[in-house]
T-cell receptor, first 110, second 115 residues
Framework: KQEVTQIPAALSVPEGENLVLNCSFT??????LQWFRQDPGKGLTSLLL?????REQTSGRLNASLDKSSGRSTLYIAASQPGDSATYLC?????????FGQGTELSVKP | GAGVSQSPSNKVTEKGKDVELRCDPI?????LYWYRQSLGQGLEFLIY????????KSGLPSDRFSAERTGGSVSTLTIQRTQQEDSAVYLC?????????????FGPGTRLTVL
């Protein structure tokens, strides 16, 4: 059974810091891995999608990496801003369904 | 519309009543997904549609839950004889083909409260 784990569960940093969020999964037979952002009381916003054949994807200040062999992905956020405060979720796609981690709640202090 | 829409945004019902939740996917998206987000369980997969067919219903928690999709577009999730443990946010998502290169786009969710 595929399990997805995110560490840490919560993170508080001062504005301007670079930070890394971690995601691990137990079964490497995935189609892709996606990182989402969720603001309180809102739906999910897709940030980055890494296909199983790819190693990383970049969008603006965000960079996500994928290492299938070790079952790990990281989301790197450069020069964090208060507007980055949200819950970040990683999810692996098995074909027909996403399996989500429990999320990392990020707070960026001005 | 430009994104996935869901209705109602909030639903309060009494235990034992039936509820219907609606999802309108992005136009042209053949794949549609239902998920549930609750405090204790996080985000859980419920059911997946490819066109009007549901190849994977493995996440439906009991036979009180059912879903259908008509015309390859709108989907309805029905919960019969609601229980308090059904209280959660129900999220719908759609993607272009359901393939490995697809991004899933999520709606804002329906918050269901069962009293």
């Amino acid at each position: 059974k595929q399990e997805v784990t995110q560490i840490p569960a919560a993170l508080s940093v001062p504005e301007g810091e670079n930070l890394v969020l971690n995601c691990s999964f137990t079964d490497s037979a995935i189609y892709n891995l996606q990182w989402f952002r969720q603001d309180p009381g809102k739906g999910l916003t897709s940030l980055l999608l890494i296909q199983s054949s790819q190693r990383e994807q970049t969008s603006g200040r965000l960079n996500a990496s994928l290492d299938k062999s070790s079952g790990r992905s990281t989301l790197y956020i450069a020069a964090s801003q208060p507007g980055d405060s949200a819950t970040y979720l990683c999810a692996v796609y098995l074909g027909g369904k996403l399996i989500f981690g429990q999320g990392t709640e990020l707070s960026v202090k001005p | 519309g430009a994104g996935v829409s869901q209705s109602p945004s909030n639903k309060v019902t009494e235990k034992g009543k039936d509820v219907e939740l609606r999802c309108d996917p992005i136009s042209g998206h053949t794949a549609l997904y239902w998920y549930r987000q609750s405090l204790g369980q996080g985000l859980e997969f419920l059911i997946y549609f490819q066109g009007n067919s549901a190849p994977d219903k493995s996440g439906l928690p009991s036979d009180r839950f059912s879903a259908e999709r008509t015309g390859g577009s709108v989907s309805t999730l029905t919960i019969q004889r609601t229980q308090q443990e059904d209280s959660a946010v129900y999220l719908c998502a759609s993607s272009l083909t359901g393939g490995g290169a697809d991004t899933q786009y999520f709606g804002p969710g329906t918050r269901l409260t069962v009293l």
